[in-house]
T-cell receptor, first 114, second 112 residues
Framework: GNSVTQMEGPVTLSEEAFLTINCTYT??????LFWYVQYPGEGLQLLLK?????DKGSNKGFEATYRKETTSFHLEKGSVQVSDSAVYFC?????????????FGTGTRLTIIP | DAMVIQNPRYQVTQFGKPVTLSCSQT?????MYWYQQKSSQAPKLLFH???????NEADTPDNFQSRRPNTSFCFLDIRSPGLGDAAMYLC???????????FGPGTRLTVL
């Protein structure tokens, strides 16, 4: 079956540090890949996505590249801010019309300290 | 702005007392989803509607029901909430099957 494996948290970084959150996936076929962010007490917000191999999704300084050869979609940001503190979920979807389920990773809690 | 709205944001109910959570959307999307998210876990899909067609996940308890009276609104009914049903309930929509899902802010349910 389909699955997403995410870097375990929590992750604590200082402001302006470089961020990487690893995400790898297993899927039959060619999924779309997503990063969602969840701020405390809120729902999930789409951060970025990529729909095919070698696509790069980017938003708010975050980037992730769809790597088919390594089945990965790692999230990166060059300089994090305190406001980036949240839980980040990697997810795959878009497979098999008629099976609309998003498969989520377990989430990575990120805390940025000033 | 087009969006997904959930009401109420916080709901307290008593053990066994039926409760209804509401979701509305201004995106005119065909698909609406309900997820349950327990503390420090990923969201778990309960069911979804494609237009009026209801699709239940195999492991969703019978205690959870849903209604979609029109394109804009979808309701989650919990017939007899147990303590284990305390969670954040997230509504999401997508234009079509397999498209990007957009989430509402969630309703946090407390069961006393």
């Amino acid at each position: 079956g389909n699955s997403v494996t995410q870097m375990e948290g929590p992750v604590t970084l200082s402001e302006e540090a470089f961020l990487t959150i690893n995400c790898t996936y297993t899927a039959t076929g060619y999924p779309s890949l997503f990063w969602y962010v969840q701020y405390p007490g809120e729902g999930l917000q789409l951060l970025l996505k990529a729909t095919k191999a070698d696509d790069k999704g980017s938003n708010k300084g975050f980037e992730a590249t769809y790597r088919k050869e390594t089945t990965s979609f790692h999230l990166e940001k060059g300089s994090v801010q305190v406001s980036d503190s949240a839980v980040y979920f990697c997810a795959l979807g878009g497979l098999n019309f008629g099976n609309e389920k998003l498969t989520f990773g377990t989430g990575t809690r990120l805390t940025i300290i000033p | 702005d087009a969006m997904v709205i959930q009401n109420p944001r916080y709901q307290v109910t008593q053990f066994g007392k039926p409760v209804t959570l509401s979701c509305s959307q201004t995106l005119n999307h065909n698909v609406m989803y309900w997820y349950q998210q327990k503390s420090s876990q990923a969201p778990k899909l309960l069911f979804h509607y494609y237009d009026k067609d209801f699709n239940n996940e195999a492991d969703t308890p019978d205690n959870f029901q849903s209604r979609r009276p029109n394109t804009s609104f979808c309701f989650l009914d919990i017939r007899s909430p147990g303590l284990g049903d305390a969670a954040m309930y997230l509504c999401a929509t997508s234009r079509d099957t397999g498209d990007t899902q957009y989430f509402g802010p969630g309703t946090r349910l407390t069961v006393l």
